[in-house]
């Protein structure tokens, strides 16, 4: 279908076709632009790309998701950070990053297709840049390392499009194995491949997306970001990882005695400007990013003793945190907690960025579709839009498909 609506679109056959998947992450969020640990895995859902060369300088893009309809035509030698707007900013960051780095990308028409719900934190724009990123890699015979080709994603996605992500999704997309979970070292990119077969339990993952949007290149994401870097300089650490779980304490000790100084010095300037911002606002940033940065190690370590139904605990802990300490998820994501949870589920937690998205849902296969009921009467009787639900199992990372 992709190749057809190129061929469409376009008046001729494309040279391939890739395709690059959504993830979820299971445990570990906000830590890997803390240097952390994630563990996300990639899902069925995915982007596809059917794309072909050009080499007169123009980059033309078009997507079954634009509502328009309308085939975006830029000027490769003309992109720079902040000159596109919209959904073609994300490839054409990628078209940017590849130049900018020396690769000899000399333009490209591409259509695009998805099964990943937009904005609802299951990483569709990351996916969009991995298929376009690997697609061009193999065209322009680049061979990029998957993990190279992320980390170029990256920087298209925090210069390019002016978010401040970190390195997960664009790994996940990219670098995980089907019926596995991908333990990830965001500090120096190293893998371990965790088996997830929730099925051979007898369990299932449900997602919720929620369907309130959000946008991560907007406010409280990249204020997260900030303040957990400030917080890093104020206990003179290269990054959060490295504050030890069994030295939490402490370090929150000396950020609320930052902080009684910070209001100190504001009082005796008669500048109530200064104390904002310090580190009384930082301690739960820091409790979230060391705590989180543990539970995906305690995950790890229980589904590799092969007991996956003992992680739904440190997902509903995992949720506790983003709610209460690093506050960023949302009436609705903790509606679909409480109220799965409360039905019998084993845990459930927020996944992706907040704000809005995608909660995530542990349960026997047996309680699955009481659980989800629970939920979807929860959100009707607040009168709320009904979450769009499916069953998640680790699929494959980006490849060619044709």
């Known amino acids: 279908m992709t190749a057809d609506v190129f061929q469409q679109t376009y008046g001729f056959t494309p040279e391939g076709v890739w395709a690059a998947p959504g993830r979820v992450n299971l445990i570990g969020e906000h830590t890997d632009y803390n240097d952390g640990f994630v563990l996300p895995f990639a899902i069925h859902q995915t982007t596809t790309a059917a794309v072909a060369r050009r080499d007169d300088g123009l980059l033309r893009l078009h997507s079954s998701a ?6 975006v035509e ?6 720079v950070p902040g000159g596109t707007d919209g959904w073609a900013a994300y490839p054409a960051g990628v078209v940017w990053a590849l130049r900018d780095a020396g690769h000899p990308v000399t333009g490209a028409d591409i259509h695009y297709d998805s ?6 934190g299951l990483s569709s724009s990351h996916a969009l840049e991995v298929v376009t990123t690997l697609a061009l890699s193999d065209l322009f015979g680049l061979d990029l390392p998957l993990w190279q080709l992320a980390r170029l994603c990256q920087r298209a996605e925090n210069v390019f499009v002016g978010a401040p992500t970190g390195i997960m999704d664009q790994t996940a997309s990219a670098c995980c194995v089907e019926g596995h979970a991908l333990h990830l070292d965001t500090r120096d990119l190293s893998q371990r491949q965790i088996p997830l077969d929730l099925a051979a339990h007898g369990l299932r993952l449900l997602v919720f997306d929620t369907r309130v949007k959000h946008a991560h290149s907007e406010g409280g994401y990249g204020d997260r970001r900030r303040g957990c870097e400030r917080a890093a300089a104020v206990l003179g650490v290269t990054a959060l990882r490295d504050v030890p779980f069994g030295e939490l304490d402490q370090a929150l000790d000396r950020l609320r005695a930052e902080d009684a100084e910070g209001a100190q010095e504001a009082h005796d300037a008669q500048d109530a400007q200064r104390s904002q911002g310090t580190a009384g606002e930082l301690t739960g940033l820091v409790r979230h990013i060391v705590t989180e940065n543990h539970r995906v190690e305690q995950v790890v370590a229980r589904l590799e003793a092969g007991d996956p139904r003992a992680i739904g605990p440190l997902l509903t802990a995992g949720h506790a945190s983003l709610r209460d300490d690093f506050k ?11 109220t799965a ?3 019998g589920a084993l845990g459930a937690r927020m996944t992706g960025g907040g704000f809005g998205g995608s909660a995530i849902v542990l ?11 629970a939920v979807l009467t929860a959100f009707a009787t607040k009168s709320l839009t009904a979450p769009r639900v499916f069953t998640a199992t680790p699929g494959a990372g980006a490849r060619r498909l044709a």
Do not use: K, Y
């Open 328 to 338: 960023v998820s949302c009436p609705e994501l903790d509606l679909v907690v409480d």
């Open 341 to 343: 949870n409360a039905a």
């Open 115 to 120: 099964t990943i719900p937009i904005a609802a």
């Open 363 to 373: 349960t026997d296969e047996r309680t699955a579709d009481h659980v989800t009921e």
């Open 74 to 79: 830029l000027r490769v030698a003309d992109l």
């Open 66 to 71: 634009d509502p328009e309809g309308a085939v």
